[in-house]
């Protein structure tokens, strides 16, 4: 099976023969898998060099002429280095974009901590009017970025990661996914995590949703599954910095007692570099571990039933 970033230059190389909108703007990453595209489209496939501020400007600009830049390269390159030009060049000019990573958290451990990204999800929650897809398959991963691209004028993150499920779901961007039903609470697996989601609560009688895209925030469909269920008690489980839902699904459920354990990479920083495997497996997000975490927030007592809480760990 290709891997996401196979099928997203495979993608985004046909959709500049179909589409005289579009543009893509890198920053030497993937350079070579555009090789092709740009020689066919020298005028809309442009290389600025390892200047990622200069990458998502160039968006910008791009962006204001009438055009819909695909804009790529490492997560930690693409949304935390040029951080102030996604907030300048597109937030405030109000100009779209689509930015596609790769690498993830943890996909290019051996690079050390400048090519891990686990908080990237959580600083763009900080700007407004972002698109957040995370896709859990490479074919998710196409259909995603098929939807950004023929978006007029909206911001769009898409990102992409080396660990996926092993079959695909249909994607509804904005909402979530019922795989199945329970009554004694709801997880919210995310993307690349879901398979180790649902090995973890094999036998637990839980709902399991599905989200390929997380901003927004299907509050309906949580609340929905949540009124479905004997106790109010919701596992988020994200590939990203753990805590980065929390907000949206307690707003969610904000007039209503329940308890929420944000499940995802810890603020710590792991200092031997490993593999990706080795970084889920130390961040408690592999089937066993979250199994074990799952099954004690279930089954706890810590919290009388009725009360609010946050189990954000």
């Given at each position: ?30 350079g070579e898998r555009f090789a092709d595209a740009a020689r066919d489209h020298p005028d809309r496939v442009i290389d600025v060099g390892i200047r990622e501020q200069l990458l998502v400007s160039v968006a910008g ?65 900080t700007l407004d009017g972002w698109t957040v897809h995370v896709p859990g398959h490479p074919d998710e991963a196409e259909a995603l970025l098929r939807h950004a691209a023929a978006d007029d004028d909206h911001r ?119 593999t990706w495997q080795e970084h889920v497996a130390a961040h408690g997000l592999d089937a066993p571990a979250l199994r074990a975490r799952i099954g004690a927030f279930l089954t706890s007592s810590l919290h009388p ?9």
């Amino acid at each position: 099976m290709d891997t996401m970033r196979d099928r997203f230059t495979a993608v985004a190389s046909r959709l500049l023969d179909e589409d005289p909108r579009l543009a893509v703007v890198l920053a030497v990453i993937s350079g070579e898998r555009f090789a092709d595209a740009a020689r066919d489209h020298p005028d809309r496939v442009i290389d600025v060099g390892i200047r990622e501020q200069l990458l998502v400007s160039v968006a910008g600009g791009l962006a204001l002429t009438g055009l819909r830049p695909i804009v790529h390269t490492f997560a930690g390159f693409l949304v935390e280095r040029p951080f102030e030009q996604i907030k300048l060049d597109l937030g405030h000019q109000d100009t779209g974009a689509v930015l596609v990573s790769s690498g993830a958290s943890y996909d290019i451990a051996a690079g050390g901590r400048t090519h891990q990204a686990p908080g990237d999800v959580a600083l763009l929650d900080t700007l407004d009017g972002w698109t957040v897809h995370v896709p859990g398959h490479p074919d998710e991963a196409e259909a995603l970025l098929r939807h950004a691209a023929a978006d007029d004028d909206h911001r769009v993150y898409v990102r992409l990661s080396e660990q996926c499920n092993r079959t695909a779901h249909l994607v509804s961007p904005g909402r979530f996914q019922v795989l199945r039903e329970g009554r004694a609470g709801v997880v919210v697996a995310v993307g690349p995590l879901l398979d180790a989601a649902l090995a973890a609560v094999a036998d637990m009688d839980v709902t399991v949703l599905y989200a390929s895209t997380v901003r927004p925030f299907d509050a309906a469909g949580l609340r929905a599954a949540v009124e479905g269920t004997d106790a109010a008690d919701v596992v988020l489980v994200e590939p990203y910095l753990a805590g980065a839902s929390a907000p949206f699904a307690a707003e969610a459920l904000v007039d209503l007692p329940h308890r929420v354990l944000a499940l995802g990479t810890a603020r710590q920083e792991l200092r031997r570099y490993g593999t990706w495997q080795e970084h889920v497996a130390a961040h408690g997000l592999d089937a066993p571990a979250l199994r074990a975490r799952i099954g004690a927030f279930l089954t706890s007592s810590l919290h009388p039933a009725g009360a609010v809480g946050s189990g954000v760990r």
